[in-house]
């Protein structure tokens, strides 16, 4: 670096006056605040509309909002004469009797208009009711043009272009149109989510000058007062918006919440813990009708799902919490996107225990996409298509592809290969099973109306399949216990009544001084739950107990399992999601592998111990336990509807 850089360790200043900062200079600094990217001009505008009382939000787009940002809404407008005032810094018209902790708008710091002046070319159109005309105002940098009579209905129309002209260094930090685009559409989901009786879209001009629709939700009245809006009663507020934001697909997979207390009112959707995704994006929490991002929030959810959901997946959130207003400050960032609790852990908590409790009512019940993954895979392998087609293949005399071929050339043979399989089935087990089996009809009878109803078959060494009143069930037996055994360890944790079970000859197990010491950090939880460890040189440490429920197991495994577990969540500051996570791991290593032939009974056994067990629907890694095809299903499959 040959050119001297101005910077703080190379300064040279001198003591001066203090001096107020000029109104360019201030307008350009809260810009920088308020005003990072596109989406937070769209955020600022629409919420601006919100608070003047619109029912309908248009906005307009061009280039990710690089170029063009039109907000059109049908609020109250703003008069004439305060047109020049509202661009001014510190000018609004939401604080009254200068109480901060009174505010029920989105704005009340005046600063959105003034920084979105000072970022791009602002021009504001605006007709009030008590007005024949509208007036119009453009604001260029530092310059407020002056008022020119317009054309308008009611309401406001503000455009920003050109963001950033006159500041290519804050351009050069805007990600591609593509992306600033995504960040725009979180923004307007994120509004239109909280405020579903207003109506809301958003077009995008593309370069060639075309306008399409990128969302359009028709706002949703709640007493049957606006003839032109969908009506809902009360109890759907949300549900219709979630499901126009989220899409169907989505919305089939979350389950309602609430939690109302005295002072705390938490109400949203939560997906099942089999429908999970990649990334946060999926996750929309709202405080007292603001949108916020609240890393706390998204941690409550992690402890909240940490039982049902594998490491990397998040689930669809969509949480309502409302508060007392003196208990929440939102003036703590100037896009008011933080906020702070005063009684923060009470929230976490609280949301914490409303998405276990959820989970567990809904204990039976597993996600559509997973039964719908199912009837895809049996679809595409059974494809009437597919076996025509390739039996003109076949016929043709071409080269098929060889799977293809085998498929076709067998569909003969597969059938007579059933038959010669069912008559050929080990009479010995039949026979020595065949006492047990009229007694099981008549329990068979009554199971079938249980929700994971009667087993009828155990395949492949893992699998149940157990027949319900209207469908069938596919059972992974290893997955269900380990959730089993998993509740268990929990509960004996919780009531101290864990039993241990002395090893005959203690397994000195080699380690390295990093794992040995990390499990030897948690010994007080370990010997609660029966591990009974020792330090053994600094390398290495002695197993003298385990907890009886698990049976036999590999001491060496075991612990290097467990060492890899505490080491990898070593982050997590929340000490009962950790020993979760321990938990979890343990009863891995106690279930039932798969590779042993069930008797009746013990399915039986098994499917109504995982009636009785919380969360038995998923695996304690989220995996599901179970899948339901039902028998409509099942028809629709062979074209019987
Ligand atoms: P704030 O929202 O914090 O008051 P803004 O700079 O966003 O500050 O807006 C300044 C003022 O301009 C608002 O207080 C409001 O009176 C007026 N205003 C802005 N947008 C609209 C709109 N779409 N409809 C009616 N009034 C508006
Ligand atoms: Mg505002």
Not at 236 to 249: A, C, I
Not at 351 to 377: D, L, P
Request: aromatic share 8%.
């Amino acid at each position: 670096m040959n050119k001297t850089i101005n910077n703080i360790l190379n300064k040279k200043s001198n003591q001066r006056p203090i001096v107020k900062l000029d109104e360019k200079i201030a307008n350009q600094i809260a810009a920088g605040e308020v005003i990072e990217r596109p989406a937070a001009i769209v955020k600022e505008l629409v919420e601006n509309s919100v608070d003047a009382g619109a029912t309908s939000v248009e906005i307009l787009v061009s280039q990710g909002g690089k170029s063009i940002i039109q907000v059109k809404d049908n609020g109250w407008g703003i008069p004439k004469e305060e047109l020049p005032i509202a661009v001014c810094r510190h000018a609004t018209s939401k604080l009254i009797d200068n109480e901060i902790s009174n505010v029920n708008t989105y704005g009340f710091r005046g600063e959105a208009l003034p920084s979105i002046g000072a970022s791009g070319r602002l021009n504001i159109k605006s007709k009030i009711s008590k007005s024949e005309d509208a007036w119009e105002i453009f604001v260029e940098y530092d310059n407020i043009g002056k008022l020119i009579p317009t054309s308008l209905n009611l309401g406001t129309s503000i455009e920003v272009r050109d963001l950033f002209y006159k500041t290519p260094a804050r351009l050069k930090f805007l990600k591609s149109d593509k992306i600033e685009q995504q960040a725009i559409l979180d923004i307007f989901k994120r509004l239109s989510l909280i405020n579903p009786n207003i109506s809301f879209s958003l077009r995008e001009i593309s370069s060639s000058g075309s306008n399409k629709s990128i969302a359009n939700y028709k706002g949703i009245s709640f007493k049957n007062e606006n003839s032109n809006n969908i009506s809902v009663n009360d109890v759907n507020k949300y549900s219709l918006r979630v499901s126009q934001v989220l899409g169907n697909d989505i919305f089939q997979n979350l389950l309602p919440i609430v939690l109302s207390n005295e002072d705390l009112l938490i109400e949203g959707f939560i997906s099942l813990p089999t429908f999970s995704r990649s990334t946060l994006a999926h996750q929309y929490f709202f405080v007292n009708g603001r949108p916020v991002w609240d890393k706390n929030l998204t941690s409550a959810i992690r402890v909240g799902y940490s039982d049902f959901i594998m490491k990397g997946r998040y689930p669809v959130i969509v949480i309502f919490i409302n508060c007392l207003p003196e208990t929440v400050d939102a003036n703590v960032h100037p896009a008011k996107t933080e906020v702070r609790f005063q009684n923060l852990n009470y929230i976490k908590n609280s949301i914490i225990s409303i998405i276990k409790s959820t989970i567990a009512n809904f204990n039976t019940k597993t996600s559509s996409a997973v039964s719908e993954g199912m009837m895809q895979a049996f679809k595409k392998n059974i494809s009437h298509n597919d076996i025509v087609k390739n039996k003109k293949i076949g016929f043709s005399g071409s080269f098929p592809h060889p799977i293809n071929k085998r498929s076709v050339g067998n569909i003969n043979n597969d059938s007579e290969f059933l038959l010669n399989e069912v008559s050929s089935r080990n009479y010995q087990d039949e026979l020595s099973s065949r006492s047990e089996n009229n007694e099981y009809n008549y329990k068979q009878h009554h199971e079938i109306g249980l929700p994971l109803g009667a087993p009828v078959a155990h395949i492949h060494e893992n699998y149940i399949i157990s027949q319900t009143s209207n469908g069938m069930i596919i059972i992974d037996q290893h997955a269900a216990h380990e959730r089993i055994i998993y509740e268990k360890l929990k509960k004996f944790l919780k009531n101290k009544s864990i039993a241990s079970q002395a090893l005959l000859i203690p397994e000195i197990v080699e380690l390295g001084e990093e794992r040995s010491s990390i499990l030897l950090e948690f010994n007080n939880e370990f010997e609660n739950l029966g591990i009974i460890l020792e330090p053994f040189g600094k390398k290495s440490i002695c197993l003298r107990s385990l907890p009886e429920i698990l049976g036999q197991v590999n001491g060496s495994f075991f612990l290097n399992d467990l060492a890899d577990e505490l080491l990898e969540y070593n982050n997590i500051s929340v000490a009962e999601e950790k020993l979760e996570k321990v938990l979890s791991r343990i009863a891995c290593h106690g279930s039932v592998r798969s590779g042993r032939k069930l008797t009746v009974t013990e399915m039986s056994v098994l499917l109504r111990t995982m009636e009785e067990t919380p969360y038995s629907n998923q695996c304690n890694h989220g995996r599901p336990t179970f899948i339901e095809l039902k028998l409509k299903d099942i028809e629709k499959l062979f074209n019987r509807n």
